[in-house]
């Protein structure tokens, strides 16, 4: 126990107002991740560690380090701004996902959306689905179990793309190795058709893994969002929540182009476009409600960006974007708010 003067352990480094408010622009401008004043505390703790990795004594070295001008120590650099933004990203972003997370979200898509844009999709035979902020993988193996169960899909192409800005998070998504807690809501059954046990954990089965890819993208970053090319659904759940207001625009406005006309966005149920765009039409789904890019010519494209930005990229062969499918279910102009489930 600590007594008298000489034992005392030196004070922890705190982050104060000023250098707070660098890091949370420089954070922002990166991923678009919304820090608050409140949370400043939070954020000081999870960046600790970081301080004693890089052997900095302050704060103030860790923020000088992020706007590039890192501190020197006995000549040598202590660390480099950019690949330190990433690491402070992957200490400030929640990972939380599971297997068949929002189930009956999932049974929507399922018996609804699937059917929906099997119709729309049927002159390629193809149908991809972006799954967006998709952490360590369990969503984009859940979404690929579904496509492959589907009957109206025997024989299609079929093809899951899932990114993340976390690095960490997307090898352990390739690497397709579960504990417990992944399967936290999912049934007995998901799990022995789609998995093998080990003793290193469930391990998910070649079928799955084939149609499954995965790619590093900074949604910030949509001319890197190429690779994903046109998609006819995009899972973004529990991502919104966690973007500051324009950077939830920039996202929408590329999932808006990156889906075919007719595609479906789905987001968490705590999440909406709302003050975000108006460039979705609502699907009023039996047990849900989605969004859906609108067909050609019923709505127009909500900004010239995207225009601009469409026109420059390309996707992925076989990418037949003109198709324009014919809608199947009660659509409406979406007012902005979806039903919690
Ligand atoms: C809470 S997880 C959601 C996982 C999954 N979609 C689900 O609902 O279960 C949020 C994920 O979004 C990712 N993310 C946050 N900002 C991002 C950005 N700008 N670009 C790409 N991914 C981002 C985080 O790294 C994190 O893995």
């Not at 034992?7 to 949370?24: K, T, Y």
């Not at 890089?54 to 992020?66: A, C, K, P």
């Amino acid at each position: 126990m600590a007594s008298g003067r000489g034992s005392r352990e030196p004070e922890e480094p705190g982050l104060g107002p000023e250098d707070f408010r660098v890091l949370r622009d420089a954070v922002s401008s990166h991923c678009g991740l919304e820090l608050s004043i409140e949370q400043r505390g939070t954020v000081e703790r999870r960046l600790r560690e970081r301080l004693v990795i890089l052997g900095l004594d302050s704060f103030g070295e860790y923020v000088r380090m992020l706007r590039d001008d890192p501190p020197v120590r006995g000549g040598r650099v202590l660390g480099d701004s950019a690949t330190e933004l990433d690491e402070a990203v992957e200490c400030l972003t929640t990972h939380e996902t599971y297997f068949n997370r929002e189930a009956y979200q999932l049974r929507a898509f399922r018996e609804e959306v699937i059917p929906m844009l099997a119709k729309q999709a049927a002159p390629r035979r193809r149908l991809a689905v972006w799954s967006a902020g998709c952490s360590t993988g369990e969503e984009v193996y859940t979404i690929a179990a579904m496509l492959l169960e589907a009957p109206e899909l025997v024989g299609w192409d079929l093809l899951v793309y899932g990114s993340d800005i976390s690095r960490r998070c997307l090898a352990h998504a390739r690497r397709g190795v579960y504990g417990p807690s992944a399967f936290r809501t999912t049934p007995p059954e998901f799990r022995r058709r789609w998995f093998t046990e080990r003793d290193s954990g469930a391990i998910i089965s070649d079928r799955l893994r084939q149609i499954c890819h995965f790619g590093h993208l900074n949604l910030l970053e949509p001319e890197r969002a190429t690779a994903v090319g046109r998609v006819d659904a995009v899972f973004c759940r529990n991502v919104l929540i966690y973007l500051e207001s324009r950077a939830r625009r920039r996202v929408i406005d590329l999932f808006h182009e990156r889906l075919y006309p007719g595609g479906v966005l789905l987001l968490g149920h705590s999440e909406s476009l709302l003050n975000v765009s108006t460039a979705f039409e609502l699907l009023h789904l039996r047990d849900d409600l989605v969004y859906r890019r609108p067909l050609l010519g019923s709505f127009g494209y909500p900004s010239s960006r995207k225009m601009r930005v469409a026109s420059k990229v390309g996707g992925l062969p076989g990418d037949d974007s003109t198709d324009e499918p014919s809608g199947a279910i009660d659509v409406r102009k979406a007012p902005g708010k979806k039903s919690e489930p």
